[in-house]
């Protein structure tokens, strides 16, 4: 709970206690200031909804607060009756004991302060390839259009506006929410979390050029899904890229206003069919994830910009979740790929002909216990055996598939209704911050780690997996 909801809720049971307890009321009753108490209570009830922002969590704590005004004027004009005090007494605590529940349990997210030295600024922009025509939704046949959003290094000390946790923040909540089967306003507390970066404040001047990573998320997601992650890296000294697939996310929200929502066409039918649509919904993510590198290269030769010669394509990593991770490891085959990272990758989107050649490039898969299926194992398997570069496999344990994302902050419910595992959302994030950064830096760097070369004393949860 955030500072100012502790206040209230202390202030609140503080004068619970004091109305209830009859030689307490008699001597409130005996206060010079006792009418002041009810405004008290109401402003101070105010200025936590003005200053932290309304949630729907703390509604119970202010149906008690209400109650207690009332009380409060009550006792002020010295109707203290036992059987009401008692009475109340019961009420109160039983109201009480259920207002400390929804804020508990659905807390405001407190997100980890990325490591590195680097202020971290942040920027979406809509794209539009006018050379590829889309194949789903109601917009077919016209041309291909999505939005990115962009982390970076940013010039020390400049003031910008906090960006949100996630871009567009009341839908994406609501959107999240449906989609884990929770009623739409669940996730409502998202909107008064604010991350790490600055909206369009400059790239840092402090060296010459940045090294590029481009992420890739789960399907059904969206470009936001791993904030924290984006901040983290990006806070190192990275420039990072995150996709957010129209069609193919949750939702896309573009400059003008429009929504364009999930297709369930994308991921349909069943067997051989339904491998096939997984291909060509990574296809065209593919796409975007190229044309997206077109247009970054174009700001980069730019005259001037905000990317203006900052980045350093020479030095490029491709990383993804789930379904993101397959299209990553299928993408880095096309282009001068420096390092993969797979985050609970899942092979069907990957074409059986990469599947055969293996990775040319480092290639690091971070999986789960529990969310792989035997097909897609076998399939990492072959990949990695058909490999000329380095590939690992590692496992967190305690984890589902949703503990490589931003959600378990959302909750601690999260693991109650199996989005994620036991492990506690602080440390898994850590584990995948920690570990994703060490292999970029490794290989795209040319720095040195350890986490890599057996089990870290630091990180007894990660295992190695060897191929069969």
Request: hydrophobic fraction near 45%; charge should be negative.
């Amino acid at each position: 709970m955030r500072f100012g909801e502790i206040v209230l809720i202390l202030l609140v049971a503080t004068l619970l206690i004091a109305l209830w307890i009859p030689f307490v009321a008699r001597k409130m009753r005996q206060l010079p200031w006792r009418d002041a108490l009810p405004v008290t209570l109401a402003l101070v009830t105010a200025g936590q909804i003005f200053i932290e922002g309304y949630r729907w969590q703390m509604l119970p704590v202010y149906l008690l607060v209400s109650l207690l005004i009332v009380a409060l004027y009550v006792v002020s004009l010295g109707d203290a009756r036992r059987w009401w005090q008692w009475g109340g007494l019961v009420l109160g605590t039983l109201l009480l004991g259920i207002a400390f529940v929804p804020p508990i349990l659905i807390p405001v997210p407190d997100l980890p302060d990325p490591t590195g030295r680097y202020d971290i600024g942040t920027t979406s922009i809509h794209m539009i390839d006018e050379g590829r025509e889309e194949i789903y939704g109601d917009n077919k046949g016209a041309a291909r259009e999505f939005m990115v959003q962009i982390w970076y290094p940013a010039e020390e000390g400049v003031v910008g506006r906090p960006a949100p946790f996630l871009p567009n923040a009341a839908e994406s909540a609501e959107t999240i929410a449906v989609r884990l089967d929770l009623p739409a306003f669940a996730l409502g507390h998202a909107t008064l979390v604010n991350g790490n970066a600055r909206l369009d404040v400059p790239v840092s001047s402090a060296e010459e050029r940045y090294p590029l990573l481009v992420f890739s998320h789960g399907y059904e997601s969206l470009r936001g899904q791993s904030t924290t992650l984006m901040e983290e890296l990006a806070s190192h000294g990275y420039i990072v890229m995150s996709m957010e697939h129209t069609y193919g996310a949750s939702m896309t929200i573009f400059p003008d206003g429009r929504i364009e929502f999930l297709d369930p066409i994308t991921l349909s039918g069943e067997g051989e069919a339904y491998d096939a649509n997984a291909r060509l919904l990574s296809s065209q993510w593919q796409g975007d994830i190229l044309y997206a590198l077109d247009e970054l290269a174009l700001l980069n030769e730019a005259a001037e910009g905000a990317f203006a010669g900052k980045v350093d394509f020479e030095r490029l990593g491709v990383f993804g979740h789930s379904t993101g991770g397959g299209t990553a490891v299928r993408t880095c085959q096309m282009i001068d790929c420096v390092a993969t990272v797979g985050l609970d990758a899942w092979f069907g989107p990957v074409p059986l002909e990469v599947i055969d050649a293996g990775a040319d490039a480092p290639t690091f898969f971070f999986m789960s216990e529990s969310w792989s299926s035997e097909k897609n194992t076998a399939w990492i398997d072959s990949f990695m055996g058909n490999s000329s570069a380095h590939t690992q496999w590692l496992t967190i344990a305690d984890t589902a598939h949703y503990d490589f994302t931003d959600i378990p902050f959302l909750s601690p419910l999260t693991s109650t209704i199996g989005l994620s595992g036991e492990i506690d959302a602080t440390r898994g994030n850590e584990i995948v911050r920690t570990y994703t950064l060490a292999f970029f830096d490794w290989h795209i760097k040319g720095g040195e780690s350890g986490l890599f070369d057996g089990a870290s004393e630091a990180f007894p949860e990660v295992t190695e997996r060897m191929p069969k």
